[in-house]
């Protein structure tokens, strides 16, 4: 604590940084396995994965909400949109609940989908041969890059959302 009973302590390249902060700035811990992936929405939402689910939190909320739980496997990289509509992530689609090194990249192992926070409708939105992953949506909420594998490379493309047209740009 460094005066009002609450401080916060950061990591950086240098070693730690305390700062004192308002308990209502400081987002609550959310229980549960390792492998969180988070991203900020327009409004102010946080969203963050666990395991196979999707939580939220608001500032001034007391704890995270559970915003849906996909079907299917292991989910991350969190991405919204724009408008705060959509969330894009990645989610493993193959058999089997441990996860494993020897899959086949030229198959589909994962798959970009897209959560709408206004109906709650999760859909495939990239998927096939190569799989995809790390979706990022364009600042003007037109386009949506992400990476796929064709044959033995990773490839950066980018979809129109408006007419579905891929183009591969690295």
Do not use: C
Not at 54 to 79: D, K, M, N, Q
Not at 142 to 150: D, G, H, I, P, Q
């Amino acid at each position: 604590s460094l005066g009002n009973g609450s401080a916060a302590a950061l990591m950086g390249a240098t070693g730690y940084l305390l700062k004192d902060m308002d308990p209502e700035d400081l987002v609550p811990a959310l229980e549960g396995s390792a492998d969180h992936y988070a991203t900020w929405a327009p409004d102010g939402t946080l969203f963050m994965t666990r395991g196979g689910e999707i939580h939220w939190w608001r500032p001034g909320r007391p704890g995270w909400t559970l915003l849906s739980t996909p079907e299917i496997g292991a989910l991350s990289r969190l991405a919204v949109s724009p408008d705060g509509r959509y969330i894009y992530f990645s989610q493993d689609t193959t058999p089997g609940s441990t996860f494993s090194y020897n899959k086949d990249s030229n198959g589909q192992i994962y798959v970009i989908r897209r959560l709408d926070r206004e109906t709650g409708k999760i859909i495939d939105f990239v998927d096939g041969p190569g799989g995809a992953v790390r979706p990022t949506p364009s600042p003007d909420g037109k386009r949506l890059a992400y990476v796929r594998r064709v044959r033995f490379q990773s490839v950066l493309f980018v979809q129109d959302l408006a007419s579905g047209i891929e183009q591969q740009v690295y």
